[in-house]
């Protein structure tokens, strides 16, 4: 299974950008899909979740900002971006918990894209 993610870039405080994540490979099905970012000399923390029936979580820094969604039919997850700050400056990466057989699960990451906001 690999994710592949795109859409990051350079934007200016106050801009938008919107984030894609498509897995693809020998899946049965996809539960959880979630967006997590690493700044320089931080740890990769949550950012947006969300479940196989969609309900969403996000973490409290960009409630009301940003919106995670998902296309079950093209094995993808959205993160929409509004209002970036700086302190949103980071690599975001694609997480997925993919089932590859009806009886086995594993987590998958993305090779991260990188977002910079500029002030």
């Known amino acids: 299974v690999q994710l592949v993610e795109s859409g990051g870039g350079l934007v200016q405080a106050g801009g938008s950008l919107r984030l894609s994540c498509a897995a693809s490979g020998s899946i049965f099905s996809i539960n959880a899909m979630a967006w997590y970012r690493q700044a320089p000399g931080k740890q990769r923390e949550l950012v947006a979740r969300?479940?196989?029936?969609?309900?969403?979580n996000y973490a409290d820094s960009v409630k009301g900002r940003f919106t995670i969604s998902r296309d079950n039919a093209k094995n993808t997850v959205y993160l929409q971006m509004n209002s970036l700050k700086p302190e949103d400056t980071a690599v975001y990466y694609c997480n997925a918990l993919v089932a590859v057989i009806l009886t086995r699960t594993n987590s998958y990451w993305g090779q991260g894209t990188q977002v910079t906001v500029s002030s």
């Open positions: 969300i479940s196989s029936g969609e309900t969403t």
